[in-house]
């Protein structure tokens, strides 16, 4: 009985001291709240774990479909809610307000993946309720009204210590927006490419900061060997367009881990990667912010390069 009060005392004590940390922490010194979806995903993955890697000034939260497929995928230990784990289904409303409390940085990483469609050859198709209207439209929404309803933006952080920072989207979206009706576009008949521009709206909608990264075509190679470039509207020839998940995981955890970008930019740009020496982390803001409308001499001018729409569409 006596060890019973003991610990009983003890965890009282402990939790009275973890508070106390949290009020001599200060309002500039509390951590950022970033919230992955789609973390179990094969770029949601990288840029989950890669967040993890600052957990000194940001509190990573991952939602996923699957506890059993994150406890494989990330680094998240027993991967339950007090791991930063949290289930939930962007087509379900209901299911996402745990996740969302209190969180300053979205990280949309949930797309709409096209299946082989039983017994015909060539022909595709999406899983029921996960058509391209469903994940990368009234998704999107769902959890941009849910970031709007529970989020950080009315001052109060994790634990209920103030908020450090305004709130932020980042959404990764897809090349190739620009060609309607293309093939990959009606692709399963899901008008993916239209759905993801849907959702790149509701983001710049919203009012919050926000960074939009349009890949070309994703590879698994390994990072960090190829130079990063950006462009808009389809509208830079790279050959061959393709970039690695990994480098678009590095420039998505930039823009959250930047203050600048995540509390004053709303970026929109293609992204891509051509031969050449490849940026550093510490090069990452100022590549961003370079990405800005008007940040060079040809956006300032109005021009565009034209070319055909030869990318491939790709899913995070």
Known sequence: MAMKYFCFFLSCFLLAYQ?????????????????VTGATGRTGSLVFNELRKHEDTVEVRGLVRDRQKARERLDCGECEEADGIFEGDVTDPSSL???????????????????????????????????????????VENQLTALTRY???????????????????V??????????????????????????????????STGFPFTIVKPCALSNAPGRKMRLETGRHDGTKWSPPLISREDVGRVVSASVL?????????????????????????????????AEWGADSKRRRGERDTHPNTYTYTYS
């Not at 508070?19 to 919230?35: F, H, N, S, T, Y």
């Not at 989020?151 to 989207?169: I, N």
Request: hydrophobic share 35%; aromatic share 6%; with cysteine.
């Open 151 to 169: 989020g950080g933006q009315h001052g109060v952080g994790g634990r209920g210590s103030p908020s450090p920072s305004p709130m932020q989207v």
């Open 258 to 290: 930047s203050d600048v970008v995540a509390k004053e930019k709303r970026l929109w740009f293609d992204l891509c990667s051509v031969e050449g020496t490849p940026q550093e982390e510490s090069e990452l803001e100022s590549f961003l912010i370079s």
């Open 19 to 35: 508070e106390c940390l949290g009020a001599l922490r200060g309002p500039g010194e509390a951590k950022v709240i970033a919230l």
């Open 171 to 204: 959404l990764v979206s897809s090349m190739g927006t620009t060609e309607p009706n293309s093939k990959l576009d009606l692709l399963g008949n899901g008008h993916a490419l239209f759905y993801k521009t849907q959702g790149e709206a509701a983001v710049m």
């Open 97 to 139: 307000q745990k996740a969302f409390v209190g969180v300053h940085r979205l990280v949309i990483l949930t797309s709409a993946v096209p299946i082989p469609k039983e017994g015909k050859e060539g022909e595709w198709t999406y899983e029921e309720g996960g058509f391209p209207i469903d994940i990368d439209f009234n998704g």
